[in-house]
């Protein structure tokens, strides 16, 4: 069954989506390009580019966005945390690559309204999701090369081909939910949910992983809890993809979900103080800590809306 969105939940809904999405890629940009050896500097030079290209769109987006957007969203920590400014700066002086913190002082500052006049920003946004659909799609394509290049083993990255996969599945869900809202349709509730709960499920059981890679060997706590939650997210995703044939289960996954994702949640964010505070022996540049939090913010709010019926 298909929804058709009003004027004012096409301009929320697609500003919510760049805001949290372009920060994402740009970041994934960030990383591909921070991982390469300095051989390889025509891959840090494209990645270099799009990094830019989508700074550009992200600065778009949060421009338009401007007293529009509920204050409750704002206030999420899925386009920026309190600790989005330092993890840059940090991981700006540990890299020497540059990360326009200028926009994220532009997205802290941005003021909320919870009933905005949106009549004017609906041409204005249709071309942001255009752009924001044509420089996701060259990213899709760059990290497709990239795994590609990494599994023949003609290219060597300190990403984990994993890392690689999972940030293009991302990049595809967000062009995907970007041409559903071009067309002005949206899933019916239950079909969303499914499908969100068992991607992001999938993806907090990859961060869990990932960060349990990266600990140092000694911080044995944290590579223990890393280790849990990836077996919790594992069960939690097989779960999620049963619902298709089972959906009674619906509301028990989707509450079993939130409070593992209330849990990890607070788990990136110590994770991301005590690499800030330099409290914690990794491999971890600071910005992907506060990524992956914003990650789970981003998917609790979703689950928070699933509750409560409305899209
Ligand atoms: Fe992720």
């Not at 704002?74 to 690559?97: Q, R």
């Not at 991302?170 to 071009?182: G, I, K, P, T, W």
Request: aromatic share 8%; with cysteine.
């Amino acid at each position: 069954m298909k929804i058709v969105l009003s004027d004012q939940d096409f301009v929320r809904q697609s500003l919510e989506l760049n805001l949290f999405f372009l920060r994402i890629m740009k970041e994934h940009a960030f990383f591909i390009e921070a991982a390469f050896p300095c051989k390889d500097s025509a891959m840090i030079h494209h990645a270099e580019m799009l990094k830019n290209q989508l700074t550009m769109v992200l600065s778009e987006a949060v421009r338009l966005a401007d007293g529009v957007l509920s204050r409750n969203f704002l206030a999420g920590g899925e386009i920026v945390t309190p600790y989005t400014l330092e993890a840059e700066e940090l991981t700006e002086f540990y890299t020497d690559v540059s990360l326009n913190t200028d926009i994220t002082r532009a997205e802290l500052s941005l003021v909320g309204n919870d009933y905005p006049h949106v009549h004017s920003l609906v041409d204005p946004v249709a071309q942001l999701n255009q752009q924001a659909i044509r420089v996701t799609q060259s990213l899709i394509d760059f990290k497709v090369t990239i795994l590609n290049d990494v599994l023949r083993c003609r290219l060597f990255t300190l990403n984990y081909p994993l890392l690689i996969e999972h940030i293009l599945r991302e990049a595809r869900l967000f062009v995907s939910m970007l041409e559903r809202l071009q067309c002005r349709t949206m899933m019916d509730l239950t079909s969303e949910m499914i499908m969100q709960e068992a991607f992001w499920n999938r993806i907090m059981a990859e961060h869990a992983k990932f960060i349990r890679g990266l600990l140092d060997p000694t911080e044995v706590q944290l590579f223990n809890a890393a280790d849990q939650f990836g077996h919790r997210f594992d069960i939690l995703t097989a779960q999620a993809e049963a619902l298709l044939h089972q959906i009674a289960d619906l509301p028990a996954v989707t509450e079993e979900s939130k409070q593992a994702t209330i849990n990890i949640r607070d788990f990136k964010r110590q994770g991301t103080e005590g690499l800030i505070t330099c409290t914690i022996r990794s491999i971890i540049l600071p910005l992907l800590g506060d990524h992956v939090l914003r990650e789970a913010n981003h998917y609790l709010r979703l689950l928070n809306v699933f509750q409560s019926g409305r899209h």
